[in-house]
């Protein structure tokens, strides 16, 4: 099984940043993609970034230019840099990996979430 700790979050007021980060942990071969996804109170969970073990990422048209994913693979740790931020941007961040048990059994795993509130 795969553990995710998430860490940032908190409040900012509008144009400010923040940033977040997720490290996996536990017993897995490896790892495929690491992105974020967010929930706002009312609405479905959406993607707002992925990043794939080549390196190619993701973002939701909402958060292009303004948000950064990044990862670093030697410590199996995702990062979104979110810059710009606008109120609309408040929501429960949860991290979500896609990890490898073995070659042909892949499986996903949530954090826990962390919350962004982004003020007026």
């Known amino acids: 099984q795969v553990q995710l700790v998430e860490s940032g979050g908190g409040l900012v007021q509008a144009g400010g940043s923040l940033g977040l980060s997720c490290a996996a942990s536990?017993?897995?071969?490896?790892?495929?993609?690491m992105g974020w996804y967010r929930q706002a109170p009312g609405k479905q969970r959406e993607l707002v970034a992925q990043?794939?073990?080549?390196?190619?990422?993701n973002y939701a048209d909402s958060v292009k230019g303004r948000f950064t994913i990044s990862r670093d693979n030697a410590k199996n740790t995702v990062y979104l840099q979110m810059n710009s931020l606008k109120p609309e941007d408040t929501a429960i961040y949860y991290c979500?990996?896609?990890?490898?048990?073995?070659?042909?059994?892949?499986?996903?795993?949530w954090g826990q979430g962390t919350q962004v509130t982004v003020s007026s």
């Open positions: 990043i794939i073990s080549g390196g190619t990422t």
């Open positions: 979500n990996v896609v990890w490898f048990k073995s070659i042909l059994d892949r499986k996903g795993s």
């Open positions: 536990g017993n897995f071969l490896s790892i495929n993609a």
